[in-house]
């Protein structure tokens, strides 16, 4: 406190420093930390992150009180986020040597909107990919964010806890954490689905299916024209569970020969790809490296591994979470359950 009772004034760089050190301290007890990190001062890039924000910043109750969590968000005092099935938790740095505790509740799609919204997307969304990158109609996009009726949460859907004294119904702490969202879904946008329990591939499967639907009705002879799983899955950006093409695997992947005169390892090296791996689905050959790596397999391993794009792992990762097959170890990094 200062001479005249009020809060001492501490600087950007201050805060900064504070909240650096106490994430150092974190990560030696938390290896799995995922701290909330923005490259200049742009709070989001993407389609997802940029309506996150705007969806929280048009509710008159919600308007007046989130833009405190900006400052928090920039100078880094978001050291942890994660976000699960309609839960976000997060540890916040603030003027306690103690980060705070924030849990932030989402209640998931309404049934009615869901399948509104489902209906609305026949025809229209051509790939997973191009829904993640936000790439489709502009109609589309306001279907998305209509208000109470879209796939973004009202200030009714949305519930809060801070460890911290503020009486306010909503801290600078929890502000912070609801950017720290639209962080996450610029790195990853499939997690916004998870946060609102919504199916994502059984959205684009249903427009796909339509869509396949209208080729098929559209083609002079169908026993020469009939769509494969496997040209699906390419046309479409969706998991079909096809067997993968490992042709484009990186060399390292290979099996090694063992050295003159001695027996091969009983168990493959972790990522690597064996023959019974190549005859398994994707989504199987993901749930297999990811069992080989009993510390965690990153999101590049797999990649690497399976020489699958960021979004059908995305994909793939979430549905096995979803089954319970694999666990979320950290952002990005995923284990044996």
């Avoid at 400052?71 to 980060?99: F, M």
């Avoid at 964010?145 to 949305?158: N, R, S, V």
């Avoid at 954490?177 to 962080?183: A, C, D, N």
């Amino acid at each position: 406190m200062s001479y005249w009772g009020f809060p001492k004034y501490v600087t950007i760089a201050e805060k900064k420093a504070k909240a650096a050190k106490k994430f150092e301290q974190l990560r030696k007890k938390m290896p799995g930390i995922a701290p909330v990190v923005i490259e200049g001062n742009t709070l989001a890039r993407t389609w997802w992150g940029k309506s996150w924000n705007r969806n929280l910043e048009r509710y008159a109750d919600y308007s007046n009180r989130i833009g405190r969590g900006k400052s928090y968000v920039r100078h880094g005092a978001v050291l942890d986020l994660r976000i699960e099935g309609g839960q976000v938790t997060a540890l916040v740095q603030g003027t306690r040597v103690k980060p705070y505790e924030v849990v932030v509740r989402i209640a998931p799609v309404k049934k009615g909107n869901w399948d509104h919204i489902r209906k609305q997307c026949q025809g229209e969304l051509r790939s997973l990919p191009d829904l993640l990158a936000g790439k489709f109609p502009k109609a589309l996009g306001e279907i998305f964010l209509a208000e109470g009726k879209g796939l973004f949460p009202t200030p009714k859907e949305i519930s809060f806890d801070c460890s911290c004294p503020d009486w306010a119904s909503m801290c600078k702490h929890v502000a912070a954490t609801l950017y720290g969202v639209g962080v996450r879904l610029d790195e990853d946008p499939l997690l916004f689905f998870t946060l609102r329990q919504a199916d994502t591939e059984g959205l684009v499967a249903h427009a796909v299916k339509e869509k396949t639907g209208d080729l098929l009705a559209r083609a002079d002879k169908k026993s020469s024209r009939v769509i494969g799983d496997a040209d699906l899955a390419g046309l479409f950006g969706i998991d079909m569970d096809v067997k993968p093409n490992f042709a484009g695997a990186a060399k390292t992947q290979a099996p090694r020969q063992p050295p003159c005169g001695k027996k091969a390892a009983a168990a493959p090296e972790a990522g690597q790809i064996t023959e019974a791996t190549k005859d398994r689905t994707a989504t199987g050959v993901i749930e297999e490296i990811v069992r080989q790596n009993p510390k965690g397999a990153t999101v590049a391993i797999l990649e690497e591994a399976t020489g699958f794009k960021r979004t059908k792992i995305y994909a793939i990762t979430s549905r096995l979470r979803q089954q319970g097959r694999i666990i979320y170890v950290a952002q990005g990094v995923y284990g044996p359950p």
